[in-house]
């Protein structure tokens, strides 16, 4: 079983639709989690970062997070056609050893069409 | 204020070759990391130093090596190359590594593919 699992996709919807994209993750140490935006060819993005368990706002975006189910969520509100992307969701925990790595799902495929 | 960069964009070696790709932190960013995307994956950590010294070091052969400048600037190396080192490096850098300021920020990474 992978750490982060994450569907790739493509998940299509029309514009002005609400997404709904998902990861689930098995280790209970990730203590911070973010969400990344990935145009083609292009590094990834910061969208969300979030700590604690709850809904976090920004924009048209809400990050939520359930620690007691490992699961994790972004929504997309009205999308848009530039809003098609790839979506990293990626987690990340403060080794003993005194480094913080990410680990992160295969990313969802999100296509919005006009 | 300028993002991270990074240097080459793209570049073309053959099996066997080395090659060194640099990154430029945000300014004030003390740490960086270098991830390997592959294909329809998503970023694989790689290393991370912090103030001129590696922190971590993912699952990846010896043939991968980094280091640090005084500057915060990082250069990734890679020796032997082989055709499943094609992929998109990314560099991320953080103010620190710890808490909120552990939060990392992406470069546009530099595109590798060996033949």
């Known amino acids: 079983q992978k750490e982060v699992e994450q569907d790739p996709g493509p998940l299509s919807v029309p514009e002005g639709a609400i997404v709904s994209l998902n990861c689930t993750y098995s280790?209970?140490?990730?203590?911070?989690f973010m969400w990344y935006r990935q145009y083609s060819r292009k590094g990834p993005e910061l969208l969300m970062y979030?700590?604690?368990?709850g809904n976090k706002e920004d924009g048209r975006f809400t990050a939520q997070v359930d620690k007691s189910s490992k699961y994790i969520s972004l929504f997309i509100r009205d999308s848009q056609p530039s809003d098609s992307a790839t979506y990293l969701c990626?987690?990340?925990?403060?080794?003993?050893?005194?480094?913080?790595?990410?680990?992160f799902g295969k990313g969802t495929m999100l296509l919005v069409s006009p | 204020d300028a993002g991270v960069t990074q240097s080459p964009t793209h570049l073309i070696k053959t099996r066997g070759q080395h090659v060194t790709l640099r990154c430029s932190p945000i300014?004030?960013?003390?740490?960086v990391s270098w991830y390997q995307q592959v294909l329809g994956q998503g970023p694989q950590f790689i290393f991370q130093?912090?103030?001129?010294?590696?922190?971590g070091r993912g699952n990846f052969p010896d043939r991968f090596s980094a280091r640090q400048f005084p500057n915060y600037s990082s250069e990734l190396n890679v020796n032997a190359l082989l055709l499943g080192d094609s992929a998109l490096y990314l560099c991320?850098?953080?103010?620190?590594?710890?808490?909120?300021?552990?939060?990392?920020?992406f470069g546009p990474g530099t595109r590798l593919l060996v033949l």
């Open positions: 991320a850098s953080s103010l620190d590594l710890w808490g909120s300021e552990g939060t990392q920020y």
């Open positions: 130093y912090y103030e001129k010294e590696e922190r």
């Open positions: 979030t700590y604690s368990s």
């Open positions: 300014s004030g960013h003390k740490s």
């Open positions: 280790n209970s140490a990730f203590q911070y």
């Open positions: 990626a987690m990340r925990v403060h080794m003993n050893s005194g480094y913080s790595t990410l680990t």
